[in-house]
């Protein structure tokens, strides 16, 4: 079965900190991770994939096998970055997501 | 980009009526489209993966009685709550990608309400 985990559900941070969101993930097959973002009155929409190796708006997550993690990092916050994040995992391939609980994120200026 | 409209966004009905949601891709052709639920305060639940011209896969303590999906078109998929309860109150979006596409878009979500 697959599970994700996002342990805290709030996270404050003041503005020019760094943020790390965790996430761990239990699954039996090669899987691929995500992290979404919600904006206050928007749909979720993607904010990096883990095969993308790539950084988007500052953000980088780093898939751990040995840890089954894929934390989400931001050096520097900022206010703009305040939103719901849902760590999702499927298996390679398949579209099926399996979310995280979420974590609401309020940068303070 | 790609762009994924749901409607109604709100609904009202009474206990016992049937409410239906659909989930439009307005620029690209859906050949899978998915549906969640989502709690207050909780997360996205899947509930089915509907595929174009055939029956949607439910997953595991969904009851496919209970919510209908169609995916007769590409572009179109339903998902009808039966004979709703205020247990069914919730949040249901859907998503839909094309196919050999392996990024989802969303859509923006319909609360419905059973009083």
């Known amino acids: 079965a697959q599970r994700v985990t996002q342990p805290e559900k709030l996270l404050s941070v003041f503005k020019g900190a760094p943020v790390e969101l965790k996430c761990n993930y239990s699954?039996?097959?090669?899987?691929?991770l995500f992290w979404y973002v919600q904006y206050s009155r928007q749909r979720l929409q993607l904010l990096l994939r883990?095969?993308s190796r790539e950084s988007i708006k500052g953000f980088t997550a780093d898939l751990n096998k040995g840890e089954t993690s894929f934390h989400l990092k931001k050096p520097f916050a900022q206010e703009e970055d305040s939103a719901m994040y849902y760590c999702a995992l499927s298996s390679r391939g398949n579209n099926r997501l399996a979310f995280g609980k979420g974590n609401q994120v309020v940068v303070i200026p | 980009g790609a762009v994924v409209s749901q409607h109604p966004s709100r609904v009202i009905c009474k206990s016992g009526t049937s409410v239906k949601i659909e989930c439009r891709s307005l620029d690209f052709q859906a050949t899978t489209m998915f549906w969640y639920r989502q709690f207050p305060k909780q997360s996205l639940m899947l509930m089915a993966t509907?595929?174009?011209?055939?029956?949607?896969?439910?997953e595991q303590g969904v009851e496919k009685d209970k919510f209908l999906i169609n995916h007769a078109s590409l572009t179109l998929s339903t998902l009808t709550v039966t004979s709703a309860h205020p247990e069914d109150s919730s949040f249901y979006i859907c998503?839909?990608?094309?196919?050999?596409?392996?990024?989802?878009?969303f859509g923006a979500g319909s609360r419905l309400t059973v009083l």
């Open positions: 998503s839909a990608t094309a196919a050999g596409a392996n990024v989802l878009t």
């Open positions: 883990h095969i």
């Open positions: 509907s595929n174009e011209g055939s029956k949607a896969t439910y």
């Open positions: 699954y039996s097959g090669s899987p691929e």
